[in-house]
Structures are given as C-alpha cells and as structure tokens.
C-alpha cells in the first residue's frame, strides 16, 4: 500500500534514467549557459536582491535545469550554479 506508492515517486537516477548521453550533453549546454549570464550579467543585473525578477528569473532556470539531472556530473554545474546565485544575492 503506503510503501509501494512512495517507491513509484522516486526519480530513477543514472544508466536507470534513461538519460542519453546527448540528453546530458545539452542540458550542461544549458547550465553553463546560465552560469555565463549569471556571472556576466544578463541573468545577473539586479540578482543581488533576493526579492528581484532577476533573482526569480535565474533561480526558475536552475531548478528547472535541475528536474532533468540525473547525474552526479550535471548536479556538481547545478551546485556551482546555485552558489553563483546565492553569492550574487549575498553581495547585496
């Protein structure tokens, strides 16, 4: 009952994802990407306030990046990302 409805839930990880290897390819594209304009500006104007469309804007895009990690290799570009956001937001 209980326990077999949780099981279902979890996110398969890894080779049992189904990720390709293109998948994962594109979606580090996707993260550096968003590193780039975080850290250079175009994602980053005005991310020093939590309270901004900027910070809102940037912080969406990683975790909507982050529902598609499935490695340890995409979650380590997830992490640096989150930390660039966090230490622009803490500038403030």
Request: charged share 50%; no cysteine; net charge neutral.
């Given at each position: 009952g209980d326990r077999r409805a949780k099981r279902s839930r979890r996110v398969k990880v890894m080779e049992q994802s189904g990720?390709?290897?293109?998948?994962?390819?594109e979606l580090r594209r996707r993260q550096r990407e968003l590193q780039r304009e975080i850290a250079l500006g175009s994602a980053g104007d005005g991310i020093e306030d939590p309270g901004s469309v900027a910070f809102t804007k940037?912080?969406?895009?990683?975790?909507?990046?982050?529902d598609k990690v499935r490695y340890t290799r995409e979650a380590v570009l997830d992490g640096d990302n989150l930390e660039l956001i966090t230490a622009r937001a803490a500038r403030q």
């Open positions: 990720q390709t290897d293109a998948d994962r390819r940037a912080r969406d895009r990683n975790n909507e990046l982050w």
